[in-house]
C-alpha cells in the first residue's frame, strides 16, 4: 500500500515562506500526476497545484488561481517527492494540506481523480 508522507507544515506570520514536501512509501511507485491541494474549515477542498511528469527532464506545472505567482511546486522523481514553496502567505492560505498522487496522464485539477493521498499538514499564517 502506497502512502504519501506531509512534512513542512507549520505556523507562520503574514508574508513568511513555507516549504512543504511529500514523499511516497514506494520507490516503484512512479505516479504521472502529484498535487497539492488544500482545505479551509467549511471549506470545499481545493486546487493549490499539480505537476506531471513523464521523465525527469520534462515535466508541466498547473497552479490555482489563488496561488498563482506566489506557490511554487517541484519534482524529484528520483525520491518520488513533489515539493510546494510558499512565498508571500496570507491568512486566507490557512489550511489543511493535502499531497496527492495519481497514475494517469490526465489528472491534475481534479481531487476526484487521485487515487493517492497523504494525512495532511495543517498551515497556519497569522495577520
Known amino acids: 500500500q502506497v502512502q504519501l508522507v506531509e512534512s513542512g507544515g507549520g505556523l507562520v506570520q503574514t508574508g513568511d515562506s513555507l516549504r512543504l514536501s511529500c514523499a511516497a512509501s514506494?520507490?516503484?511507485?512512479?505516479?504521472?500526476?502529484m498535487g497539492w491541494f488544500r482545505q479551509a474549515p467549511g471549506k470545499e477542498r481545493e486546487f493549490v497545484a499539480a505537476v506531471t511528469s513523464k521523465n525527469v527532464n520534462l515535466w508541466y506545472a498547473y497552479y490555482g488561481n489563488s496561488v498563482q505567482g506566489r506557490f511554487t511546486i517541484s519534482r524529484d522523481n528520483a525520491k518520488n517527492a513533489v515539493y510546494l514553496q510558499m512565498n508571500s502567505l496570507k491568512p486566507e492560505d490557512t489550511a489543511v494540506y493535502y499531497c496527492?498522487?495519481?497514475?494517469?496522464?490526465?489528472?491534475?485539477?481534479?481531487?476526484?481523480?487521485?487515487?493517492?493521498w497523504g494525512q495532511g499538514t495543517q498551515v497556519t499564517v497569522s495577520s
Open positions: 514506494e520507490r516503484t511507485f512512479k505516479p504521472y500526476a
Open positions: 496527492a498522487a495519481d497514475g494517469s496522464p490526465y489528472t491534475r485539477y481534479d481531487s476526484t481523480l487521485y487515487d493517492y
